[in-house]
Structures are given as structure tokens and as C-alpha cells.
């Protein structure tokens, strides 16, 4: 029984950061093969065509990145200072410290005594953690990385970028805009399927919409790009 519950918390790890993994690759197949299709649209080279590809990939990543890390520290930064307030307030006030703690087990169905008994005994072994986890909602494994978030930002979204950029580089030119089309269709709907199922949602739903919304994006960025092209 216990390792089954080992298993499942591990499972709910892998979870967040797979979500977070699709929603990147999400954005970077958006962003890069609606640019590539506005431009394609406008009828410009190949040569043009994959510079603006490569251009959108390499600022795209910079951009998730860099706002990623400024994201992810203010949540930082927010975690120190109620961190900093609770372990004052816990050196000030400890009888007052464990009755809040105790109440908060008394909430979730806990009896008054045993809620006094677990507060005491979690405020012993770590009395800052306790009160972290369970007052704050600060977990160990949720604590802000700016870094880490950073780095992963980027590279979920160039792994998305390089799939319609690849798409643009090997196509025939005169099957470049349809097949740029389908295929980061058939991307977004994969990446669909699989957030859903990372997070217990319903996949057909959730492929079906990233489905109609990546068509209506790309349609929108071809019909400007066809209309520049015209007036231009």
C-alpha cells in the first residue's frame, strides 16, 4: 500500500512538468507556423522564409525564457517574505503559531484533539515546514526555480519551433503552404491529446479544440500575409 502511494506522488510530479513541456512545445508550433504560413503567404523565398522561421524560434525561446525567470522569481520572492513573516511569527508567538496549525487539521476533518496532538508533534520535528506546507501551501516540490523554469521554457518551445521550421525546410515548394498546414495541425492535436491525458482530462475534447483554434490562428496569419503579399 505504501509503495502504491510512493508511486502515485511520483505520478503527480511528472505530471506537472509534463503539462508544462506540451504547453511550451504548444506555443512554439503556434507562433512558428503561423509566421511561417504569413509569410509564405506573401509569396517570399525560400531563403526568406527560413530566416523568418529560424528568426521566430531563436526570439520566441529568449522571450519564454526571460519571462519565465522574471515570472518565476517574483513567485520566489513572494514565497521568501511569507516564509521570512512565519518563521518571525513562529519565534514571537509558538502557542498562537500551533493553534492556527491545529485549526487548519480541525477544517479538513480532523477532532480537536488530534489536530492539537499533530500540530505539536509536526511543529517539533519542523515547526517552519509544517506551517509552510500546510498554512502557506508552499511545497517542497512546487517551490519556485527560476532557472530551471527558464531553461525549460526555452527548450519546450524550440523542440514545438523546430517541428513546422523542419516542416518548411524539406517540403516541396509547391506543396509548402498545405502541408506546413496540415502537418502543425497534426502536431498541435498530438500535443492536445497528450496535455489532456497528462492532466486526466477528457484528450478528444482537448485535441479537437487546439485543433480549431491552431486552424483559426494559421488561417488569420495566411489571409494578412496573402494581403500584405497583394499590396506590398
Request: charged share 15%; aromatic share 4%; net charge neutral.
Amino acid at each position: 500500500m505504501q509503495h502504491h502511494s510512493r508511486s502515485e506522488q511520483h505520478s503527480n510530479g511528472r505530471i506537472g512538468w509534463l503539462r508544462a513541456a506540451v504547453l511550451g512545445a504548444n506555443d512554439g508550433i503556434i507562433s512558428t507556423s503561423c509566421l511561417l504560413l504569413g509569410v509564405a503567404a506573401a509569396e517570399a523565398g525560400r531563403s526568406e522564409l527560413l530566416t523568418a522561421g529560424v528568426a521566430a524560434l531563436v526570439a520566441g525561446a529568449m522571450s519564454m525564457a526571460a519571462g519565465e525567470y522574471v515570472s518565476v522569481s517574483s513567485q520566489g520572492d513572494a514565497e521568501k517574505a511569507d516564509l521570512d513573516r512565519e518563521r518571525e511569527e513562529l519565534r514571537a508567538q509558538p502557542v498562537a503559531e500551533h493553534r492556527e496549525l491545529a485549526s487548519i487539521y480541525v477544517a479538513r476533518g480532523v477532532t480537536p484533539e488530534l489536530a492539537s496532538q499533530v500540530a505539536k508533534q509536526l511543529m517539533a520535528h519542523d515547526a517552519l515546514s509544517a506551517h509552510a506546507r500546510d498554512e502557506l501551501g508552499i511545497l517542497e516540490g512546487t517551490k519556485a526555480r527560476p532557472v530551471q523554469a527558464a531553461v525549460t521554457s526555452a527548450i519546450t518551445f524550440s523542440a514545438g519551433a523546430a517541428l513546422p521550421l523542419l516542416t518548411a525546410a524539406l517540403v516541396p515548394s509547391t506543396l509548402l503552404i498545405p502541408l506546413l498546414a496540415l502537418t502543425s495541425l497534426l502536431f498541435l492535436v498530438v500535443l492536445g491529446w497528450l496535455g489532456a491525458r497528462a492532466g486526466n482530462a477528457p484528450p478528444l475534447r482537448a485535441a479537437i479544440r487546439v485543433g480549431c483554434l491552431g486552424m483559426l490562428a494559421m488561417g488569420i496569419t495566411f489571409g494578412i500575409g496573402r494581403m500584405l503579399g497583394t499590396v506590398v
